[in-house]
């Protein structure tokens, strides 16, 4: 019974020291991070992900700096049959660049490495139907990711368990409005 016990309070623990060592950005500054990003590439372990990721496209995040080191994030998905959009509140914790979205069931979510300018990778933990995942995103200023960030994004994805099968490209997409208008 003891035995058991442990087990089940290990498990419970192993996800959270597993995220403790994803770090955040070096003096992650909010305002720079702000503005246009489409998301050119994920990576995730979840099983919703991996069964529709061949058919996911290129989405965008519209993002601006708010109160208290927290973001408001505009998001628009393409879909065959027109454009999801969903506003959420990215709510800081603890340090510059390291959130959490209730409203999305986004536990932990961290800016791991951004120039501002061209790229940004996103590490996010989650709860989707009951099952706990990673995920990574891939954000650039343009629809074309530069070599520099899929580098970035590539050396940094395998760190937290995720490999090259899980990986989606995303195809570009003119189902959005965002996606109409130039990032700066």
Known sequence: MGATLLSCVLLLLWPSSARADVLVQPDFDANKFSGLWYVVSMVSDCKVFL???DHLLMSTRDIKASA???LSVHMEFPREDGCNQVDAEYLRVGSQGHFRVPALGYLDVRVVDTDYSSFAVVYIYK????ALSAMVQLYSRTREA???ALEAFQDFYPTVGLSADMV???PKSDACSLGDRDAP
């Open 51 to 53: 069964g529709k990721k």
């Open 68 to 70: 208290g080191g927290n």
């Open 127 to 130: 709860e989707l139907e009951g």
């Open 146 to 148: 530069s070599p520099q």
């Open 168 to 170: 989606a490209m995303l």
